[in-house]
T-cell receptor, first 117, second 110 residues
């Protein structure tokens, strides 16, 4: 089955710097890659996602890149702010039309990002 | 106000007791999910339901049970067979590939 590895597990940056979180996946059939942000004591919130037919997607200070050949994708946060401090999760899944559990999300173990003022 | 609600926010379980966590959504999503989150473990899938009156085991279903009698509701019961129930439980629903999460329930053992 699919396996998603996420690095680093913790990341500390100075306010205004950039932060990069990387994930690798094992199943070349995976075609959907969301990123979630989880603040303390709350549920994860979707911040950006990318599908396998594009290599990069950007939304203001957040961008995600995908390298299908190498089977890895990355989250880039520019001009970090203290409110960006949270745990970030990557995930991967196949087309849910496969049926059964194959369309379910497989999550990385998370990255705790701390942005210091 | 649309979204996913989970209750209670905190739940305490006594030894040998079954407890039920509530999950409700008014997003008209067909699929719903339950995850367990432990420190450093990420999210692990307990059960999922792609349609009313149908549900499937996830990766860690032992000691848990669910029902899906209504589209809006997907309650999770933590049974006495679950020997290590202390965790943060997250419910999600989806349309297509995108999953949306509730605020979570923290279960603690007395």
């Amino acid at each position: 089955g699919e396996n998603v590895e996420q690095h680093p597990s913790t990341l500390s940056v100075q306010e205004g710097d950039s932060a990069v979180i990387k994930c690798t996946y094992s199943d070349s059939a995976s075609n959907y890659f969301p990123w979630y942000k989880q603040e303390l004591g709350k549920g994860p919130q979707l911040i950006i996602d990318i599908r396998s037919n594009v290599g990069e997607k950007k939304d203001q200070r957040i961008a995600v890149t995908l390298n299908k050949t190498a089977k890895h994708f990355s989250l880039h946060i520019t001009e970090t702010q203290p409110e960006d401090s949270a745990v970030y999760f990557c995930a991967a899944s196949k087309n849910p039309n496969y049926g059964g559990s194959q369309g379910n999300l497989i999550f990385g173990k998370g990255t705790k990002l701390s942005v210091k003022p | 106000d649309g979204g996913i609600t989970q209750s209670p926010k905190y739940l305490f379980r006594k030894e040998g007791q079954n407890v039920t966590l509530s999950c409700e959504q008014n997003l008209n999503h067909d699929a719903m999910y339950w995850y367990r989150q432990d420190p450093g473990q990420g999210l692990r899938l307990i059960y999922y339901s792609q349609i009313v009156n149908d549900f499937q085991k996830g990766d860690i279903a032992e000691g848990y049970s669910v029902s899906r009698e209504k589209k809006e509701s997907f309650p999770l019961t933590v049974t006495s067979a679950q020997k290590n129930p202390t965790a943060f439980y997250l419910c999600a629903s989806s349309i297509g590939k995108t999953q949306y999460f509730g605020p979570g329930t923290r279960l603690l053992v007395l």
